[in-house]
């Protein structure tokens, strides 16, 4: 049962666009976050969201910015997308430890 | 850096039997261990997760072994039935909140 919302599921663009990704998670859960995955399986955070706090990974290019409008939404943006910006961002919720991804969303850019 | 190793990456049994995934991981400061299910189609499902402090668990026909001092992380699904086929993987949490994932085992039980 998927409980952590990601659209879109991928998407190609060109460099120098605007994305934007959504995530919603449905666990009632205070704390989100957006990762990216490498090509070694290794899922680098980007942001963590509890009660209105951002934490930010301070290596994350400024392009990047997250958006929250109440703690079930936390959305991805990226403001102005670069070639190694291609790759896979899964967006993530926890609670006590445990931790919900959802299924992630591709990003291609050409 | 942290690296997690995964095995068997494939995996077939009998419906009933046993099946046994192995994780290895490198940094003795690692404190969040997971294993998570993906079907086809499907996103990370958390199957269970256990803490450093935690050497065993047991959930609806799954056992998870922590042991720390060989630095390995087991799951071990009892009684294997066609739906528990999938694509099972390990997750470390070190650090800054970053997960290591194994590179995963394709579970196939035979009916």
């Known amino acids: 049962e998927t409980a952590v919302f990601q659209t879109p599921n991928y998407h190609v663009t060109q460099v120098g666009n605007e994305v934007s990704f959504n995530c919603k998670q449905t666990l009632g859960h205070d704390t989100m976050y957006w990762y990216k995955q490498d090509s070694k399986k290794l899922l680098k955070i980007m942001f963590s969201?509890?009660?209105?706090?951002?934490?930010v990974n301070e290596t994350v290019p400024r392009r990047f910015s997250p958006q929250s409008s109440d703690k079930a939404h936390l959305n991805l943006r990226i403001k102005s997308v670069e070639p190694e910006d291609s790759a896979v961002y899964l967006c993530a919720s926890s609670d006590r430890g445990q931790v919900f991804f959802g299924k992630g969303t591709r990003l291609t850019v050409v | 850096g942290e690296q997690v190793e995964q095995r068997p990456p494939h995996l077939s049994v009998p419906e009933g039997d046993s099946a046994v995934i192995i994780c290895t991981y490198t940094?003795?400061?690692?404190?969040?261990f997971y294993w998570y299910k993906q079907e086809p189609g499907a996103g990370l499902q958390l199957l269970m997760s256990v803490f450093s402090n935690v050497d065993r668990k047991e959930e609806q026909g799954l056992t998870v072994l922590l042991n720390k001092k060989d630095k390995q992380l087991s799951l071990n699904l009892t009684a294997a039935h066609p739906g528990d086929s999938a694509v099972y993987f390990c997750?470390?949490?070190?650090?800054?909140?970053?997960?290591?994932f194994g590179k995963g085992t394709s579970l196939t039980v035979i009916p």
């Open positions: 940094d003795s400061a690692t404190a969040y």
């Open positions: 997750a470390v949490i070190t650090g800054y909140q970053n997960f290591y």
């Open positions: 969201y509890n009660n209105k706090q951002l934490i």
